[in-house]
Nanobody, 118 residues
Framework: QVQLVESGGGLVQPGGSLRLSCAAS????????MAWYRQAPGKQRDLVAS???????HYADSVKGRFTISRDKAENTVYLQMDSLQPEDTAVYFC????????????WGQGTQVTVSS
């Protein structure tokens, strides 16, 4: 059973920074891809950033240049560094992991709330 636990959310002022963590219950390099998604109230869950086993990264246009996805093998953790946060970044942020390419099954964390407000 795979478990993903997010942490690091909170309330931050516009222009501020937060770092989210996604701790996995197994070696993160066993996953084909890991990603961060976010869901604002009344909206669909959207991809924010992803990182493949090989280290390739992808970012949504809305966060390029502001957010950085990274990982720590020793900690089995994937991070999302979020800088220059704006009110529109307010959402619940979820971690997702897929074991193999083309797998339909995905593992999700419980989410962490990020609120950007003055």
């Amino acid at each position: 059973q795979v478990q993903l636990v997010e942490s690091g959310g909170g309330l931050v002022q516009p222009g501020g920074s937060l770092r989210l963590s996604c701790a996995a219950s197994r070696n993160i390099f066993s996953f084909y891809i890991m990603a961060w998604y976010r869901q604002a109230p009344g909206k669909q869950r959207d991809l924010v950033a992803s990182i493949t086993r090989g280290g390739s990264t992808h970012y949504a246009d809305s966060v390029k240049g502001r957010f950085t996805i990274s990982r720590d093998k020793a900690e089995n953790t994937v991070y999302l560094q979020m800088d220059s946060l704006q009110p529109e970044d307010t959402a619940v942020y979820f971690c997702k992991a897929v074991l193999r390419q083309f797998d339909r099954r995905a593992y999700w964390g419980q989410g962490t709330q990020v609120t950007v407000s003055s």
